[in-house]
């Protein structure tokens, strides 16, 4: 298990918020490839749980997008089946830019039915606009899943926790704990100072108490 740990770690790959708005800008003049990829860089979605996403998902009023179903391409047909995991099942809250963005893309749709998917591509296309908007911005090539990476890469350096991110992507947080680990270090260093400021804490504690004793005799 540890070598397949180490191996992951290896491969892992991802953008900065920088490269991403790079990136992005490139392929904006493709609405359809522009709103995916917003909803895989800022909600951390992965591939089969993006292609399953029908209008119903969607609560505009409270920002939210419920994960519950993944499509995957079975015997050459596509076919919507349940996620990964039970974690996997969770309602996200996107950022208001995205609601926005999302709402007015779905309302773009002509006569669009509340279970009418809301990408109607294959895989291999937004693999090919990957190549073409990483191209086109100049920024390194990742593999689509690696949005996904930076997604909580990105959440890291924001200082949430890795609890707090496991129910936002559909992980548990031992596996974001063990996989980003390389990731954390500024947290270690915050830890190891609080760790330092309770042990000087204790220590004055310590040092008002005995003069107080003092004071007393």
Request: aromatic share 10%; glycine share 4%.
């Amino acid at each position: 298990v540890g070598s397949m740990g180490e191996k992951e770690a290896d491969e892992m790959l991802f953008w900065t918020q920088d490269e991403y708005e790079r990136f992005i800008e490139a392929i904006k003049d493709k609405p359809e490839s522009f709103y995916a990829f917003e909803l895989l860089y800022w909600c951390g979605l992965r591939m089969g749980e993006l292609l399953a996403l029908t209008k119903e998902k969607f609560d505009f009023e409270r920002h939210t997008l419920k994960i519950d179903e993944s499509l995957q391409r079975i015997d050459g047909k596509n076919v919507i089946t349940a996620p990964k995991t039970k974690k996997s099942i969770r309602t996200i809250v996107m950022p208001e830019f995205l609601t926005e963005e999302i709402k007015e893309y779905i309302d773009s749709f002509y006569k669009l039915k509340p279970k009418d998917l809301i990408f109607n591509f294959s895989k291999s296309y937004l693999h090919h606009e990957m190549d073409r908007g990483s191209k086109k911005s100049q920024v390194k090539r990742i593999r689509i899943h690696d949005l996904r990476h930076s997604h909580v890469s990105l959440l890291i350096e924001l200082g949430f926790s890795a609890t707090a991110i496991a129910d936002r992507v559909g992980h548990e947080s031992i596996d974001i704990t063990y996989r980003y680990a390389h990731l954390f270090p500024s947290k270690q260093k915050e830890m190891a100072m609080s760790l330092t400021q309770v042990r000087n804490n204790k220590a004055n504690d310590w040092k008002d108490l005995l003069e107080e004793d003092d004071k007393d005799v």
